[in-house]
């Protein structure tokens, strides 16, 4: 855990946050700053600075983050009509958190280019 | 392999494409419309119709893919100003191939909300 990173203070249960899942590897919470009707964040549970920081020993970790994204957007209802999973690593990518994230975006249509 | 799918056909060698990277699982290749100054599709070699069709059975697959993405982001000089990945599954996500592919966009900032 970094003691300064709001999503490990989030995953310590010292920040609140409105969990849609939960399991040893990862967690899904919903963003405070919306971007569509339904919006949410899927994290690992340990730090990891950014998706350009995985390596290959964390091959299971990613894919798991992958598949609980796909997972948490089917059970809130998003599959039938689509969505878009992003993640953003650095300042081109317009990362704010400096822990690994992928946002699921849906309940509207999202435009292209992708920001 | 499906044959009427334009992925699955460029995975074959039927269709040229501006690979950038290509093993046993996945193959890395340029966007034909690039919507930034370096746009990436990364895909597995295995038709998979979304990232909303994978199963749990291909958590290697959907961490191979993301680790993928970030090898090639990294060897394309993209890591240092930073990048974003992109998934798009179905009509509200703008999905226009119908076989899984990360788009990996770096070289500008790009804007929020992502679409």
Redo the contacts between chains.
Sequence with gaps: MAHDCIFCRIVAGEIPAQVVHDDDRALVFRDVNP??PTHLLVIPKRHVAS??H???E??????????A??EA??SLG??????????????????TVSHLHL?V???????????
């Design positions: 971007q569509a998706a350009d995985l390596t290959r964390d091959e299971g970790l990613a894919g798991h983050l992958l598949l994204a796909g957007a089917r998003l599959a039938g009509d689509g969505y878009r999973i992003v993640t953003n690593i650095g300042r081109n990518g317009g990362q946002h975006l849906g309940g509207r249509s999202l435009g292209w280019p992708p920001g």
